[in-house]
């Protein structure tokens, strides 16, 4: 099955640059999959442009990226895109990921009660190690490529038409993997502190499909 | 028993043997370098406890056995 995919992608602070950019390698393979792909980068991840794409364009696939709290995920310049209470219930219908912190506690579950076929985000803090002398070229960053293979982990399964409970499963699955990976070789002092980050993304990635919540 | 200080101290200790250019993001609550990191955990602040929370929760998990599980 061919996906439609929506992706956001704000692109104004350190964070949002790297997972923008990780971001990337999930358009280009939707693309190869043949998907269509609506990408609201940079300005374009407003509300404005966000709520037109969902109404207009109706994608299966939502993929959000940006800074987040328990009933929010925002876009560019932390623009407000969707919140509990006021426009979750457009995600009617939609699988959604959130490379966002916390909106996996609040803002999925209730996105679900309105309508979403699933949410899988994170129900806290999303934490990531950087490469200092990276910070302006990320897709060279070998210390950040350890936290973004793993979550990128769900879009690739969802894209490869996977159940939204399996997406998740294989992107803690693929945390997992990297954490025994770091733990079996001759630890250095960055990998050993990158496992506490890893595990601590791991456990608070959560997906929410028809009112339960697998942890 | 572990206590708060002694946790804190550890997380110091693990965090001053980061290569220097090493930096962490926290979300919404910013990117810092390594020093800033361990001046956020020595001062108790939001970002320092989220720091021992991470710290605490690892801990835990060697306990339980977690590692074993994943």
Request: aromatic share 8%; proline share 2%; charged share 30%.
């Amino acid at each position: 099955m061919k996906h439609s995919l929506l992706v956001t992608r704000p692109n104004f602070d350190l964070t949002t640059r790297y997972i923008s950019i990780w971001a990337k390698k999930i358009i280009a393979l939707a693309e190869e999959k043949g998907s269509a792909v609506f990408d609201l980068d940079k300005n374009r991840a407003n509300r404005k442009e966000f709520e037109s794409i969902i109404r207009k364009k109706e994608p299966s696939l939502v993929f959000l990226n940006g800074h987040g709290d328990y009933n929010v995920v925002a876009g560019q310049d932390n623009e407000e895109l969707i919140r509990v209470g006021e426009n979750e219930k457009l995600l009617k219908s939609k699988i959604v990921y959130a490379l966002s912190c916390r909106s996996g506690k609040i803002l999925g579950p209730s996105s679900v009660k309105s309508g979403a076929d699933a949410y899988i985000g994170y129900d806290e803090d999303f934490i990531f190690l950087y490469d200092g002398n990276k910070r302006t070229r990320p897709e060279q960053d070998k210390i950040a490529e350890m936290f973004s293979e793993p979550s990128n982990q769900v879009m690739v399964s969802l894209l490869k038409n996977h159940m939204p409970k399996e997406a998740h499963k294989n992107s803690k699955q693929s945390f997992a993997r990297r954490i025994k990976k770091l733990l079996s070789s001759q630890s250095t002092a960055l990998e050993s502190s990158a496992v506490r980050y890893l595990i601590w993304n791991m456990q608070h990635q959560v997906c929410c499909e028809r009112y339960v919540i697998i942890n | 028993m572990v206590s708060e200080q002694e946790i804190k101290q550890l997380v110091i200790e693990r965090l001053k043997t980061l290569p220097e250019e090493v930096g962490m993001s926290i979300g919404s609550k910013g990117d810092f370098n390594k020093n800033e990191i361990i001046a956020h955990v020595e001062k108790g602040d939001d970002i320092g406890q989220k720091i021992v929370e991470v710290e605490m929760n690892f801990l835990r998990g060697l306990k339980d056995g977690m590692l074993y599980e994943t």
